[in-house]
C-alpha cells in the first residue's frame, strides 16, 4: 500500500463569494501525491455535507448554488493506486485534506 511524503498537502482554490445561482468552482492543486485521485466534500447553508462521488481523475468540481448563505468545501486527494477498501487507520496513510473553506453565495 502506498503511503503519503510527510509533506504531502492537498491546496484548495474557488472564489469565496458567488452571486446565488452562480456555480461555485472548485480546484486542487497536490503535492507529493503521485497521480493523485480527487473527491470534493460541500457543506450547505442547511448543514448538510454532500460528497462529488467516487475519487475521481479531475481536479476541479462544479457546485450549484441553490441558497444563499455560507458554503463550505473541502477537497480530499489520494494516490491512484491506494485501495478502496481500505481501513480508517490505513486510509489515514494514503489520503490528504485541504482545509476548509468557506464561500458566501450572495442573493
Known sequence: M???ASDAFV???????VSLGTPIIVTADVNDIPNPVY?????TPSGTWE???HYQASNTSTIPTTQPGTW?????????????????????????????TDIVVHP
Open 11 to 17: 491546496g484548495l482554490w474557488t472564489n469565496n463569494q
Open 2 to 4: 502506498p503511503t503519503l
Open 51 to 53: 460528497s462529488s462521488g
Open 72 to 100: 463550505v468545501v473541502m477537497a480530499y486527494a489520494r494516490p491512484s493506486s491506494a485501495p478502496s477498501n481500505e481501513s480508517v487507520a490505513e486510509r489515514a496513510l494514503t489520503t490528504a485534506a485541504s482545509p476548509l
Open 39 to 43: 473527491q470534493f466534500w460541500v457543506k
